[in-house]
């Protein structure tokens, strides 16, 4: 069993960056992969960015790639995700996951989530 918070969410203008943070339970965090989810209303959760339990590797949608950078801590049970040049586009409730085996795109096959947090860019 794994709880997830999420958060760094807010407002900001296109162009700008945000930070947002995942932190995680548990004492088997390293052997999680992580993964950050987004959802605009009307819309499915889509994939956005994963990292590997060991951090070694990363994966991005081609939508985020070059613009955002996953990043975990597992000394502290965090997983971070940098967000910069954002655009109207990237305005969702960004949810982070967790997922006990390798990293996969498909939303269905995470395990555990977090309550998201509201990312909204305006223009």
């Known amino acids: 069993q794994v709880q997830l918070v999420e958060s760094g969410g807010g407002l900001v203008q296109a162009g700008g960056s945000l930070r947002l943070s995942c932190a995680a339970s548990g004492r088997t965090f390293s052997s999680y992969a992580m993964g950050w989810f987004r959802q605009a209303p009307g819309k499915e959760r889509e994939f956005v960015a994963a990292i590997s339990g060991s951090g070694g590797s990363t994966y991005y949608a081609d939508s985020v790639k070059g613009r955002f950078t996953i990043s975990r801590d597992n000394a502290k049970n965090t997983v971070s995700l940098q967000m910069s040049s954002l655009k109207p586009e990237d305005t969702a409730v960004y949810y982070c996951?967790?997922?006990?085996?390798?990293?996969?795109?498909?939303?269905?096959?995470?395990?555990?989530w977090g309550q998201g947090t509201q990312v909204t860019v305006s223009s």
């Open positions: 996951a967790a997922r006990l085996a390798v990293v996969v795109r498909a939303t269905h096959l995470w395990d555990y």
